[in-house]
């Protein structure tokens, strides 16, 4: 059973820093592409940053130059750097990877809370 576990979510004023962790567990070949989601209140989900295996990344602009995507293929974990934050980024995140077992398929992480106060 793949599973894919946040951390890092909380509460922080605005100009502050969070580091959002992902770590994948369970049985699985490879991962391909890793990234993050985040869905505010009464909005649909919107990516906001992904990462391929080979390192390759792409963010929406609202976040460019604010968040920074990695990962560690060692330990099966992406993070996500948020600097400068503003309260628009406030949100639930989401992690997702394209994992390979028997098959490739899109897991999802449980989703982390991060409020952004003014």
């Known amino acids: 059973q793949v599973q894919l576990v946040e951390s890092g979510g909380g509460l922080v004023q605005a100009g502050g820093s969070l580091r959002l962790s992902c770590a994948a567990s369970?049985?699985?070949?490879?991962?391909?592409?890793m990234g993050w989601y985040r869905q505010a209140p009464g909005k649909q989900r919107e990516l906001v940053a992904i990462?391929?295996?080979?390192?390759?990344?792409n963010y929406t602009d609202s976040v460019k130059g604010r968040f920074t995507i990695s990962r560690d293929n060692a330990k099966s974990t992406v993070y996500l750097q948020m600097n400068s934050l503003k309260p628009e980024d406030t949100a639930v995140y989401y992690c997702y990877g394209h994992i390979a077992t028997i098959i490739l398929r899109q897991y999802w992480g449980q989703g982390t809370q991060v409020t952004v106060s003014s």
């Open positions: 369970g049985r699985f070949f490879s991962i391909n592409a």
């Open positions: 990462i391929t295996s080979g390192g390759s990344t």
